[in-house]
Each structure stands twice: as structure tokens, then as C-alpha cells.
């Protein structure tokens, strides 16, 4: 059966078409071809129709048909009357194919003078990490040079500190419930391939963050969308589709949410283990953005409340992204299955790595009070020039992150980001967000960048919006 590209899915892959030299429709052809050259569009890909991609595009249906009538006389599309245009061929190209999510960190920068980055929401590093970089220099790695340096379940020093760290938010935690993974993804994909099967039921909130929806994709999985918002999961509703789907496994962000910026409260927590174990149904907690909060304490962990909960974080929002250091807690025995998974795949994290982030640890309370001191008056500030500049926007004010949540009245967000992206500036529009490439009235504002950055954007944006 030919693959099917949604309209959504595929104005994602064409971020970027339409910045650079040349006519419209010799760079959407060009754009095109490249995603076939990637395997992002397979041989087979049956495609939108002119007319709904010309109109996700913000262009006139004469320039899609234009290159797609390039890529037809290339033999690289083929169009069947009354059925659609496919893609004929793969040219055996065999590049990897990336997930359309991380465009904002593979790509290359636009003109300095003209381009502006909506898309990201990863705050840069703390002073602390060269600190603790610094402290480990020399007799600091001395020590880690008698070991073979193969740790696949993780550096123990590491391991205690973060059992430490859970331990003092109210979830006790022994080191041997611990798995230190190269980033939260990799704790993901691994907690993924360990409980699916091909063709398994995952219920997950609609919205949620990519990097889960891709991996769950990845693992062949069937993805069920429950309804979250200002306040995290709607538990209600995932008690009926509980009920209704008998799932696999639940995955849920309880702790700053992205894209919403949601906090699950302590009674919705606790509903939430319960049903897990009422269904005997495991649940994946990713906090790993729980340490941008900036409107309250951190609360208690959702495994706190009940057993199936496997909870998933990460140095990268405390501390800096590029430590690629995360982890996974479960109880002794998954974690020594996922520890047997890890080391087929990469025989463990880097070591040094793992010593700066033990350093780190200790210093928890004071990274997440740096993170609040900048993230809260950022947002706060973008709140008011929203506000301001585009008052009819329903801007959903988030607990944490470098990122807003924003629902458009009576306009499509992937077509209002195409206009945007040519005016200069980068969003992501709601189906980014989207296991069923729906929230197409939504879209995400990153303010990680700096901030005056940020406002000029929103100035474009609104006279965009005009």
C-alpha cells in the first residue's frame, strides 16, 4: 500500500522552500527533490493535491503545479487521472532520514539581517557547566582511566545523585532504579522498544511533544490522541479511552508540558497512577522541561503515586543541551533489561559527560533558580507585547519553558507560518504538535532566543497577521 503524505506532514518536511534565490516554484521543486534525495518522500508517496498544498503554502496553485510538472518531466513524480500524483522514483538515494521536528537545529541559519527563530524553545548553557568541566579536568578523569569505560547502565556517581534528587521531591529512589541514557530521547526509544510490539495501541495527549510521536511512529505503534490543555491530560477523558483501547502504554509530560507549558496537579497525578495500575498499563512520565518551571515548586513525581510510572529526564533544560545526558527510573529489573538494550546499541554514555552532570546534580536547586530568574521575565514580557501587538491571538500562559501556546481565531496555522516564514520568521504551526496531523488553529512561539530577537519577531508577525 502506497504511503500516504498529509498535506500538514508535508509542508513540515518543506520548511524553508521558500527563502532564497530564484522563482517560487523553481525552489519548491528543488526543495522537493532534496526530500525525495533524503527519504523523506519514498518511492510510492502518494502526495496532497495541488489545490490543498498550494493552499497550505500561501501560493497560487500555478506554482505547485509548476513544480510539479518540473518534477514529472524529471520522472520523479507521476500523476494517475482521478487519483493523484506519486513519487515514481527514489533515485537510490540513500541518505538518513531526519524527523521534521529538528529543522531549527539542522538547518542552516537564515540571512542574520532578515531571519528571525520562533521554532526553538532550547535555552542555551550555564556558566556552572564550564565550572564543573573545569573542576574534573586532570585528577578529576585520573580515576575513570582504570575501568574499561564501558558503562552501559550508567556511571554510579551519577546514578546515586539522581536517586538523590528524586529522593528529595518526595519519590524515594535507590541507584539501582536508575539508567543513565545519552538524553531523554534515548531513555524514550529505549522504555518504547522494550514494551511495544509492532501494531500496539499508545494512548498519548494531543498535543504533544514530537520527539515522543516520532519515536512511537518508529516503533510501528497505533497512536490514540486524548485531549490535554491548561491544566495537563484531560483524566477523564483518558479513563474512557483507557476503557475503550485497552493500550499498551500511556505517554504523558506532567511537568511543563510541551508545547502547553501544563502542570499537572497533585490529585490528577495520583488519578492518573491509579488507572495505570487499575488497567495494569505502564506510563511514561517525561519531566525532563520540569526544571524550567517558573511559577512554582517542583511537585512531587507522578511515580510517587503508583508503580507502572517510568519516569524520563535529562540534564539538557537544568544545565545545557549539548551534555547529552539523561536518564530513566523504573524499578531494578526493567532498568537491568534497559540497561542489556542500551549497551547493544552504544555500550553507554560518554564518561566525561556523566562525571560533569554528577558535579552538576548538587547544584540542582541553584540551576533551576538561574533558569526561572531569565525564563520568567522573558516570558512575561512576550506575554505583554502578544498582548498588545496581536490582542484577538489566545495566548495560554505557560508554567515553565522558553516557549507559548497559542490558538489562532479562523486562520490556519500552517498556512499563516508559510506567510510568516517569508516575511522573515520561523514558527511551528499546531500539527507539528499533532499525532493526527490536526491543531492546524494553533501554533508554538519559542523565546529562546534573545529577547529583543524574539519582539522584533512578533513585530513582523503582527503586521503579518494585519
Known sequence: MAAWIGTNHLVRLLEGWGVGEGALPVRLAGTLRNLIRSGALPAGARLPSERALAAALYVGRNTVSAAFDT?????????????????????????????????????????????????SAAVPGLDMVAEEADRIRGDGIRPLLDSHGYLPAGLDALRAE?????????????????????????????????????????????????????????????????PSGSDGVDVPALNRALQA?????????????????????????????????????????????????????????????????????????????????????????????????????????????????????????????????????????????????????EVQVPAGGASVWIRLPGDSAQSFAQRAERAGVRLLPGPTFSCVDGLDDHLRIGFARPLEEVLAGVRRLARVWC
Open 162 to 226: 539522581v536517586a538523590a534528587m528524586y529522593s528529595r521531591l518526595g519519590l524515594p529512589t535507590t541507584e539501582e532504579q536508575i539508567l543513565i541514557t545519552s538524553g531523554a530521547q534515548q531513555a524514550l526509544r529505549l522504555a518504547v522498544a522494550s514494551i511495544l510490539d509492532p501494531g500496539a495501541t499508545v494512548l498519548i495527549e494531543e498535543p504533544s511533544f514530537r520527539g515522543a510521536i516520532e519515536v512511537l511512529r518508529g516503533a510501528g505503534a497505533h497512536l490514540i490522541p486524548v
Open 245 to 393: 483501547h485497552r493500550p499498551a502504554l500511556v505517554i504523558l509530560q506532567s511537568t511543563v508540558h510541551n508545547p502547553t507549558g501544563s502542570v499537572l496537579e497533585d490529585d490528577a497525578r495520583k488519578a492518573i497512577a491509579t488507572l495505570a495500575e487499575t488497567y495494569g498499563v505502564p506510563v511514561i512520565d517525561d519531566i525532563s522541561p520540569a526544571d524550567t518551571l517558573v511559577d512554582r515548586a517542583q511537585p512531587v513525581p507522578m511515580a510517587a503515586y503508583g508503580s507502572p510510572v517510568i519516569t524520563i529526564g535529562s540534564a539538557s533544560k537544568a544545565f545545557w543541551g549539548g551534555l547529552r545526558v539523561g536518564w530513566l527510573r523504573a524499578d531494578p529489573d526493567t532498568v537491568q533489561t534497559l540497561a542489556s538494550l542500551k549497551g547493544g546499541e552504544d555500550l553507554g554514555t560518554s564518561l566525561l559527560a556523566q562525571s560533569v552532570v554528577a558535579g552538576l546534580l548538587p547544584r540542582i536547586e541553584e540551576a533551576r533558580a538561574a533558569r526561572a530568574a531569565w525564563l520568567k521575565p522573558a516570558r512575561n514580557t512576550l506575554l505583554t507585547a502578544l498582548s498588545e501587538l496581536l490582542p484577538d491571538w
Open 71 to 119: 518534477l514529472r518531466g524529471e520522472a520523479v513524480f507521476t500523476s494517475r487521472r482521478g487519483d493523484g500524483t506519486y513519487v515514481s522514483a527514489a533515485r537510490r538515494f540513500a541518505l538518513a532520514r531526519g524527523d521534521d521536528r529538528l529543522h531549527s537545529f539542522l538547518s542552516g541559519p537564515y540571512p542574520a539581517d532578515t531571519a528571525i527563530d520562533l521554532q
